[in-house]
């Protein structure tokens, strides 16, 4: 069955870094959009970045920008989300998804996706 899943994440000081990666399974990732998500605790879903399947563009969000950078590892079937610099208002489940025949600007805004993985906790504490 076609599915994703995350793994990476786990509890970090402010400051730290976490590398999350994203494996799929069923499909072939590359010729998917792909997004990460976050939802912390009280608020709801929120894009993070994307990039397009095609061309390689990508999408941050405004308060990411600098900081995190999302990537493929097409060898692997695997996407990646590298996180630095972070801190406490990062603390939040991540997931990865993916979406066919979508834009990128689409899946970013409308969280609009045909594959989501179960998360991955990401906690940045002191």
């Known amino acids: 069955q076609l599915q994703l899943v995350e793994s990476g994440g786990g509890l970090v000081q402010p400051g730290g870094s976490l590398r999350l990666s994203c494996a799929a399974s069923?499909?072939?990732?590359?010729?998917?959009?792909i997004g990460w998500f976050r939802q912390a605790p009280g608020k709801e879903r929120e894009g993070v970045s994307c990039?397009?399947?095609?061309?390689?563009?990508?999408y941050y969000r405004d308060s990411v920008k600098g900081r995190f950078t999302i990537s493929r590892d097409n060898a692997k079937n695997t996407v990646h989300l590298q996180m630095n610099s972070l801190e406490p208002e990062n603390t939040a489940v991540c997931y990865c998804?993916?979406?066919?025949?979508?834009?990128?600007?689409?899946?970013?805004?409308?969280?609009?996706?045909?594959?989501w993985g179960r998360g991955t906790q990401v906690a940045v504490s002191s």
């Open positions: 998804a993916a979406a066919a025949y979508t834009a990128v600007q689409t899946v970013y805004i409308m969280k609009k996706c045909d594959y």
């Open positions: 069923g499909f072939t990732l590359d010729y998917y959009v």
């Open positions: 990039m397009g399947s095609s061309d390689g563009s990508t």
